[in-house]
T-cell receptor, first 113, second 112 residues
Framework: GAVVSQHPSRVICKSGTSVKIECRSL??????MFWYRQFPKQSLMLMAT?????????EQGVEKDKFLINHASLTLSTLTVTSAHPEDSSFYIC?????????FGPGTRLTVL | QKEVEQDPGPLSVPEGAIVSLNCTYS??????FMWYRQYSRKGPELLMY????GNKEDGRFTAQVDKSSKYISLFIRDSQPSDSATYLC????????????FGSGTRLSIRP
């Protein structure tokens, strides 16, 4: 149980385009999901906390207009990177809360050319 | 100063050795301490979870927390090649379900 999936697993896009990443809790409902970013050989950095049915809470320094988060249902949260640039290339990981623990998705590798 | 400091390694040890991984932190308010294992290009998975100071053992893994020194450790006994991964320490103020601050991770390689 407590499986979290992400789609796509990897995406390559051109600079200036927008990319949507989906995070799904497959066998449980999650009122809270988190979005992290991880640069090579660096740690996971929390970007935002996503609560079902309300606006996401962004960490300091994360542009909410660039990283749009939607948590429209108890099993799905989406992260849209708008007008992506090469510096947005990273590994994006989501997690979902269940039974007082965060379960992490497998991550999405974004490469912006 | 980072909130959580972790030696990035890489750390390479022979199979069967005891591995010691460590982190220090600056925020004395942290109460929940976790260790995650992350394989390449995968999401992290929870290994150990400790509340406040003390030791916790689970099979070959032992987690130690010393809040007075702001120092946590993970010991792996009888290390196996399958233990090769990046190990991330992590901590939280309230629970593992709330905001987590991660260390940078230590890359561990177990040589057969």
């Amino acid at each position: 149980g407590a499986v979290v999936s992400q789609h796509p697993s990897r995406v390559i896009c051109k600079s200036g385009t927008s990319v949507k990443i989906e995070c799904r809790s497959l066998d449980f409902q999650a009122t809270t999901m988190f979005w992290y970013r991880q640069f090579p050989k660096q740690s996971l950095m929390l970007m935002a906390t996503s609560n079902e049915g309300s606006k996401a809470t962004y960490e300091q320094g994360v542009e909410k207009d660039k990283f749009l988060i939607n948590h429209a249902s108890l099993t799905l949260s989406t992260l849209t990177v708008t007008s992506a640039h090469p510096e947005d290339s990273s590994f994006y990981i989501c997690s979902a809360n269940w039974d007082r623990e965060q379960f992490f998705g497998p991550g999405t590798r974004l490469t912006v050319l | 100063q980072k909130e959580v400091e972790q030696d990035p390694g890489p750390l390479s040890v022979p199979e069967g050795a005891i591995v010691s991984l460590n982190c220090t932190y600056s925020n004395s308010a942290f109460q929940y301490f976790m260790w995650y294992r992350q394989y390449s290009r995968k999401g992290p998975e929870l290994l150990m979870y400790t509340y406040s100071s003390g030791n916790k053992e689970d099979g070959r893994f032992t987690a130690q927390v010393d809040k007075s020194s702001k120092y946590i450790s993970l010991f792996i006994r009888d290390s196996q090649p399958s233990d090769s991964a990046t190990y991330l320490c992590a901590m939280s103020l309230y629970s593992s379900a709330s905001k987590i601050i991660f260390g940078s991770g230590t890359r561990l390689s177990i040589r057969p």
